[in-house]
């Protein structure tokens, strides 16, 4: 056996076309990981500047404040998912849904589903990561390097003389497919590793995202070699390989998505605003019962300080953003639960098309997929309600104002 | 002229006895029929949809009660861009931007709940449109068909024969780049009845008709690259080999590459960091809620000059009114520098992207029939900028109602008890200052001027793979 892998790891160094194929790939794999390392970076510079002038902007907020309500009014507070030490092989959902936040105590359904826009022209095109390369271009080279192994001996018309000598002819081609798959592999993963190694990503992570490769490498490899065995010229194979590529890489997302998104339809993001809004507007309008009422049904302990007795009072403010977040409460989470249904189906629905099925376990393994950032948004809500129950207790009992108290205010923590 | 007739006619008959090519192009056909009524009920429905929720919002805001009026400068408004009549080809970057904007006093928000949040996520290039099957799909078939349109007379040996007879091989060439083009005149069809049909949903003649012409020409230019390989090829496997790459090439990769790489040559900072810059600032401009702000002083010495009176309570109109419209014209000069900035660091971005173009024909074709259709980011930009007139104009109009038809010491008092809440309040009649707003893309020239660049890069590429088709024909040889 190793005397024949030697011999066909002679003749693929050999074969001009085979080792054009193999060093794209090395090339395209060394491209992904570096874009992917260099995106990544400038990601944690943005949080890292982010993170400090959010601070200093707090500061010269609060500075001038002379109470609480002015104090949860004017200062905003940072928050954001980091990208993980595998995000560099995966950007995924990073690219469609906001990872960066400046939230601030009034309603948060107005605020958090403000997405900080980047050029809708690369939301459209996507991202050249590794994720992309590993799922959709691999299987095509993989498919350029095995078409013709057999096609190209009939060609030569030595097929049949090579099937008689070789004895079985399954010592004949495995080799020599097995020198292709591994060669493809090992150029694609050698970056890889690099990349991870750069970015401290954990081993498991590694080794998993490499079997997950090479897994789709040996499932495209079983295509082939399946598609190969009719007895046909290369380039009908080729032909043949290229269309059961399209369909199950291009067609079969495609499909899935369509119906997946029919069958699972979210409720119109504007509706949620549109309720929250219209009852924080309308608060202003109602009594003031109407609206303490809600409140305190939600926070019974404030119950004995809910009296508002002014015009307006900071108290009151808050109340009326607290009940515009609660009204659209039932909106939110079935938007949500759509969400994670449509997320759920989806990933069934990979089992269909290996490319999907390669991309989505890339961004699991990166937590770049959807539920990483529904897991982000939910940290953002948590954050949110930590900085009511921060300032509630004061603004309610009345405390005095003292600028020392917002030391203490809560910090977002982007881990929790 | 007949023998070019007879050779196309030849290479036809043979792809309608291959069941690989018969069924390739079936396939292709019925995903873009498939694919093009779809995608245009979708975007009827959206338009639709969109008209009568940007109708509702100017009838709920007609609808409010007596208000001060600094209440309906929060209360605010909506935006919605409904997609352009040649979105049901090409709907662009409708699904990542978002396609409403909600409107207020004091804030520029952006806009919100794009589809592809809340997509289902099944990687890469998950979303088919006709303009994406046209795009990626037609050249592979084009390929599929033509990768051994010349060699194969090569192969079969029938090349010297022709050639003995005393046909050039230009002429051979020219009937087999005859009978590919017979094939995309066919593939045209589907596209030319949804740009008929884009015309009558009010698109103008020459946008349709520009968006056929610049997908003949890349489709034209795709043939011409096919026809290129099978003449300076001999082995009809590799020819369909190379001609694999340069569709991964073109179609896969560089696009992708040229969005990493116009993103990391110029670096658009996103909201959040512009906005904190912008809030330090912001500060500095005074809160035009707090009419008292000591950054008012200068502008009330002004205002109690113009009257000739003495103090903010003696002035025929209402200090805070004034104050608001000061502060939001400041503060709307501010948000407009900065978006503006970013507007235009992001058009420099897409500028570099189109220049790829000079890479991969499909990177042109897509800006441009973006462009054409009105779905690509300067008309994005465009509704920005409109939305953002429209928010300041109701903000303005409102602030002079404040300033106009509400007492100043009747206003300053609004707070004492419910009585004078609702004495500090202006006839609901002054909602009617906002203006109707029906966002519609340029006009057609204006799109085509945009898409200029984009379609001289395609005719750049048709030219050189033409020519390289030429100069190869004539040099055939045995």
Known sequence: MFASLAREARFLAKDRGALFWLILAFFLSCAAVSFGIAEVREQRETIAALIEEDAADRANALETQEDWGGAAYYAFHLTYAPPSDFAFAAMGQRDSSPWKHRVRMLALEGQIHEADTRNADFGLVGRFDFAFLAASVAPLLLILLLYDLRASERTARRHDLLVATAGSPFSMWLPRALVRVTALALLLLIPLWIGAAVEGTSMVISVTASGIMIGALLLWWLIVELVSRIDASASVLLTSLIGLWLALAIVMPAVSKAGIEAANPVPDGGEILLLQRETVNDAWDLPKAATMKPFVAEHPELADHAEIEEGFEWKWYYAFQQVGDQTAAPLVSEYRAARIARDRQAGLAALLSPTSLVERAFERLADTDALSMIGYEDRVRRYHAKLRAFYYPLMFLEQPYDADVLKKLPDYDANG | ?478
């Open chain 2, 1 to 478: 002229m007949s023998s070019v007739r007879r050779i196309a006619r030849e290479e036809w008959r043979l792809w309608l006895r291959s069941k690989v090519v018969v069924a390739a192009a079936l396939i292709v056909a019925v995903l873009i029929a498939v694919t093009s009524i779809l995608t245009a009920n979708r975007i009827a429905n959206e338009q639709a949809q969109r008209v009568e929720q940007q109708v509702a919002a100017e009838q709920t805001f007609f609808a409010q009660p007596d208000r001060h009026p600094h209440r309906m400068v929060h209360y605010g408004h909506y935006a919605f861009r409904p997609p352009p009549p040649l979105a049901v080809f090409e709907p662009g970057v409708d699904a990542v931007t978002g396609q409403s904007i909600f409107l207020e006093g004091h804030r520029q928000n952006t806009a919100m709940f794009a589809d592809t949040k809340a997509a289902a996520d099944l990687g890469g290039f998950a979303a088919l449109t006709p303009a994406s099957l046209y795009q990626l799909f037609l050249p592979l078939l084009l390929i599929v068909l033509g990768h051994a349109l010349f060699l194969r007379e090569r192969e079969s040996g029938t090349l010297a024969v022709i050639l003995a007879q005393g046909l050039p091989g230009t002429k051979l060439a020219l009937g087999k780049a005859a009978a590919l083009l017979a094939v995309i005149a066919m593939f045209m069809l589907p596209l030319i009845a949804v740009a008929a049909y884009s015309v009558t949903l009010g698109e103008r003649m020459l946008a349709a008709f520009s968006l056929v012409g610049g997908y003949f020409v890349y489709l034209c230019a795709w043939g011409a690259i096919v026809l290129a390989a099978s003449v300076l090829l001999t082995q009809r496997a590799v020819s369909l080999g190379v001609l694999i790459f340069v569709w991964l090439f073109a179609a896969l990769i560089v696009p992708r590459f040229a969005i990493n790489a116009s993103s990391a040559a110029v670096d658009a900072p996103g909201k959040i960091e512009s906005d904190l810059i912008m809030l330090a600032e912001q500060r500095k401009l005074g809160d035009g809620h707090n009419a008292a702000d000591p950054a008012f002083m200068q502008l009330q010495a002004e205002v109690l000059e113009q009257y000739d009176v003495e103090t903010i309570e003696e002035l025929p109109i209402n200090w805070r009114g004034v104050v608001a419209a000061y502060s939001e014209a400041e503060l709307t000069d501010l948000l407009n520098s900065y978006a503006e900035e970013r507007m235009r660091l992001e058009a420099s971005q897409s500028r570099i992207f189109g220049l790829f173009g000079l890479l991969s024909p499909t990177i042109a074709v897509s800006s441009a029939s973006r462009a054409i259709a009105g779905t690509d980011l300067a008309t994005h930009h465009r509704f920005l900028r409109e939305s953002e007139a429209l928010r300041f104009g109701f903000v303005q109009a409102l602030n002079e109602k404040h300033a106009a038809e509400l007492d100043y010491a009747i206003d300053m008092n609004r707070n004492a008890d419910e009585a004078a809440r609702l004495r500090a309040r202006v006839n609901a009649s002054a909602w009617q200052v906002l203006d109707e707003f029906r966002f519609a893309p340029d006009g057609a020239d204006e799109r085509l001027g945009r898409a200029g660049g984009s379609l001289g890069i395609l005719l750049a590429w048709l030219l050189a793979a033409g020519g390289i088709v030429l100069v190869a024909a004539r040099r055939v040889r045995l």
